[in-house]
């Protein structure tokens, strides 16, 4: 089994970014995010309809974070400290040494390669210091943008699960991608 051990929050940095801890002062940003329509569009969660929704995310991934289940970095731009956006490993599957990946933009961000800098950054963190064998990202099909990420990250498709997801009255289907460690 896959031992996570978290001393610290792990801050990174790329050129134009700074992956950190979120905190309080995020859940305005944050909600501004999981309130947009755009943002959430391709997400299978309720659009938040308070800044203590938000908070309360916050609250639940710091949780995850000292208990060695999951890392969630805000990002932003270098030198600011407004949230544009967050990475996350979670449901962190020890025993096989297998995580999924998950991530959000602010719209301001689309289209100027901030994912792209974040994924690097977080994947090779992912594999290099927690050493899991593999990520996993469960997207849904029509989030063309998410998918085209992923596989110029090295990702590939390894299932098209029809009609597996129950959100709001009717069934999703997931398109779900994989990287494996380039280290083992």
Known sequence: MLSIHFPSFPILHTPRLLLREMTADDAEALFQMRSDERVMRYLA???????????????????SFAQNEAIAWGIS???QSKLIGNISFWKMDKNN????????????FWRQGIMDEAMTTATEYCFK????????ANTDPENEASGRLLERHGFVQEAYFRENLFFEGRFLDSRIYSKTNPNH
């Open 45 to 63: 969660r309720p659009l938040q309809k308070d800044v203590s929704e938000a908070m309360e995310f916050i609250v639940k991934i710091r949780a």
């Open 77 to 79: 731009l270098y030198g």
């Open 97 to 108: 040494h297998r995580t999924e990946i998950g991530y959000i933009l602010d719209p301001d």
């Open 129 to 136: 210091v927690l050493n899991f064998h593999s990520i996993e």
